[in-house]
């Protein structure tokens, strides 16, 4: 899939899917919230919105409150790319999301999926 599909998909679609993965390997989806607001700055609220309108991807990050500057502390690899060296920064920002939500389903403790230490 060409990345303009992906920053047109609506946030709708793909949140289930992110919280579908953390369910499946049981994670909540108190967990999923977290980690989206974390790396976002979205609250609860704001995604419930986002969830109920036609919100794209691309719209999602672009006007995201505050995106987290630990998030650059984000490393590894997300479908065979390692997200520190995306170029893109739409597709750098949706593949810290992607890998956030893998650490996530892989059991990770939440303090080190957010960068506690950092």
């Known amino acids: 899939m060409d990345d303009k599909k992906i920053y047109e998909m609506p946030f709708s679609k793909i949140y289930p899917l992110l919280v579908k ?3 499946k ?13 974390w790396l976002t700055g979205y609250d609860a609220s704001d995604i419930e919105r986002m969830l109920n309108d036609a919100t794209s991807y691309r719209v999602f ?7 987290n500057p630990h998030r650059k502390l984000i490393k590894g690899t ?8 995306i ?3 739409l597709m750098q920002e949706i593949r810290y999301l992607d890998k956030l939500i893998d650490e996530l389903a892989k059991g990770k403790p ?9």
Do not use: H, W, Y
Request: with cysteine.
């Open 21 to 23: 993965k953390a369910l």
């Open 87 to 89: 170029e893109e920064p």
């Open 61 to 67: 990050f672009q006007n995201a409150p505050k995106l």
């Open 25 to 37: 390997k049981g994670r909540t989806v108190d967990e999923v919230l977290k980690v989206i607001s």
């Open 110 to 118: 939440m303090d080190k999926i957010l960068r506690m230490e950092a």
């Open 78 to 85: 997300i479908c065979g790319v390692r997200v520190e060296n």
